[in-house]
């Protein structure tokens, strides 16, 4: 009998595979097909380990199979690639079990005639495991380098060569170990009903650790249990939120009293950060695009016992049904997300080059039409969770050359202004910061602009 936690994963894979889901969503999906804890969180390890290493997977299966992975199967080389991350990077499991359930899950697949293939390749790999075909770290040659950084370590070559034209070789490499390491569960506590030092006490009285996170003031780590298994998760005392983005609340600095506009505001994290600094004083019109990610953002909102939000359907592309009366308006806009390969690695296999063209003319018009419901004297923050300066200083300067009435304002990060570059953006980077690599800039919008 196939373990039910490679079943799901596996299942898990095809729905990415297939584009009919990305991670998240494909988890939450199979996770309510599992009653077992354990089994949902080794089904979430061996998803998501495998499309970490699904790079350096597949250059192995391409060399023991002596094909090109394209003319396997997709359901084989899903198989492949999941029972490679188990014989590779996870010891508990028996090599004898994956290969096996491996087999039976070609025949499951409808595919049995790959079953002598998958037994014969993975056997190799466990065989092998300390000696694998894999390019040495070799520096001094960009070619070798863009060998290792793709096939060693995984990551697309296009974007491990924008990396290493960048930064150079050792930052680069840096960050492509980043992205393959698991991410730690970060929490921000809610002001508007605890503080960080005593929320980190009543989750070490349940059995939770934590630490305080590096450079956001409400951040806490989870070193050693889980948070979401307890009663405390249901209180409204925290929300699980990456520090990179919780930065992003930080800068964007909303004042008590204030009006602000969350123009995308789904989950909510953000929005419900602004309620605390703002002491829930003011006005914070929460909007998204869609009718679900409203229903997660009302959620989201009312858990945190946030009642200065008013949550809204709008589009923040088109014309805003405001009037131009916001002191602030967030723009945490829809990007392509490569910024946080570390915690959604599918990303790296679903997005290309040639898409940055359309995603940031999306994120133009979005602050176009933001721009339009700022008063004079308020201000723009835009934000991206992306990498790529396409994304980001190229979108900002795109949007102040086609509106002269706004001027870039430096970001203020007290206590750790390295992360506020020379141009006043924040800029976060994993090889540096041990952070996803996040974006924002401040947009101030004149007071006699007519």
Not at 170 to 182: G, L, Q, S, V
Request: hydrophobic residues 45%; contains cysteine; aromatic residues 6%.
């Amino acid at each position: 009998m196939i373990a039910p936690a490679r079943l799901a994963a596996f299942n898990v894979l095809r729905a990415v595979g297939t584009r009919r889901a990305d991670l998240p969503s494909a988890l939450a999906a199979a996770r309510s097909g599992l009653h077992d804890e354990r089994d949902r969180a080794l089904t979430a390890e061996i998803a998501a380990g495998t499309l970490r290493w699904q790079g350096t997977f597949d250059h192995v299966i391409a060399e023991y199979a002596r094909r090109p992975v394209e003319r396997l199967d997709p359901e084989v080389l899903d198989i492949l690639r999941l029972t490679m991350f188990q014989l590779l990077h996870l010891d508990r499991v028996p090599a004898s079990a994956a290969v096996n359930d491996a087999v039976d899950l070609v025949r499951k697949a409808g595919k049995r005639s790959a079953a002598p293939l998958v037994n014969a390749v993975l056997r190799r790999v466990s065989r092998d495991r300390g000696r694998l075909p894999l390019p040495p770290r070799e520096s001094g040659s960009p070619a070798a380098e863009l060998d290792y950084l793709t096939q060693t370590l995984s990551h697309p070559r296009w974007l491990a060569a924008r990396w290493l034209e960048r930064y150079g070789f050792d930052a680069a490499e840096a960050w492509c170990r980043f992205d393959n390491e698991p991410a730690p569960l970060t929490l921000r506590a809610n002001r508007l009903r605890t503080t960080r030092t005593d929320l980190q006490k009543v989750l070490a009285e349940a059995g939770v650790e934590t630490r305080p996170t590096a450079f956001a003031p409400d951040g806490l780590v989870v070193q050693t249990g889980n948070p979401l298994l307890t009663g405390l998760a249901h209180e409204g005392l925290f929300v699980v939120q990456d520090e990179a983005s919780q930065l992003v609340g930080v800068v964007a600095s909303a004042a008590p009293g204030s009006r602000v506009l969350d123009a995308c505001a789904a989950p909510g994290g953000k929005t419900t950060a602004m309620a605390g600094d703002m002491g829930d004083r003011g006005l914070i019109v929460a909007a998204d695009i869609r009718a679900r990610r409203v229903r997660l953002l009302a959620g989201t909102v009312r858990a945190a016992g946030a009642a200065c939000v008013k949550v809204v359907q709008a589009n923040a592309a088109e014309r805003l049904p405001f009037r131009d009366v916001f002191d602030l308006v967030l723009v945490d806009a829809p990007c392509s997300g490569l910024g946080t390969l570390r915690r959604d690695p599918d990303i790296k296999w679903r997005r290309s080059e040639d898409e940055f063209e359309a995603i940031s003319a999306l994120q133009v018009r979005i602050l176009t039409q933001s721009a339009a419901v700022v008063r004079h004297g308020g201000r723009i923050v835009y934000a991206t969770c992306s990498s790529e300066p396409d994304e980001n200083e190229a979108v900002v300067q795109r949007f102040l050359e086609a509106a002269p009435g706004f001027r870039a304002e430096p970001l203020a990060l007290p206590g750790a202004s390295h992360l506020v570059n020379e141009g006043g953006h924040l800029r976060t980077y994993p090889f540096r910061d041990g952070l996803e690599a996040f974006f924002a800039a401040s947009l101030v919008k004149a007071r006699d602009v007519r």
